[in-house]
C-alpha cells in the first residue's frame, strides 16, 4: 500500500523550532535541530536568527557576537 508523502516546508521547520522554543528547550538543542534541517543554509539562518532573537535577554548576552547580534 503507497504511504502518502508531503514535502516538508521552511514553515514546517519553523513551527518546529517554535514548539522547540515553547517547550523550553535549551538553544543548543535548538540549534542542533536547525543545523540538521535539509534546507538552504540562508533558510537555516532565519530559522537561527529568529530562534535567538525569542531567547531571553540573560541567554543571548552569552553569545561572543551578542552586542552584534542586538542590532539584527
Not at 2 to 12: E, G, K, L, S
Not at 39 to 67: H, N, S
Amino acid at each position: 500500500m503507497p504511504v502518502a508523502t508531503r514535502t516538508i516546508t521552511f514553515r514546517d521547520y519553523w513551527n518546529a523550532v517554535d514548539g522547540q522554543i515553547k517547550a523550553g528547550c535549551r538553544f543548543g538543542q535548538v540549534e542542533d535541530f536547525i543545523n540538521a534541517c535539509a534546507i538552504e543554509d540562508e533558510c537555516k539562518a532565519a530559522l537561527w536568527l529568529w530562534a535567538w532573537r525569542r531567547q531571553p535577554r540573560d541567554v543571548r548576552g552569552t553569545f561572543a557576537d551578542a552586542e552584534v547580534l542586538a542590532k539584527a
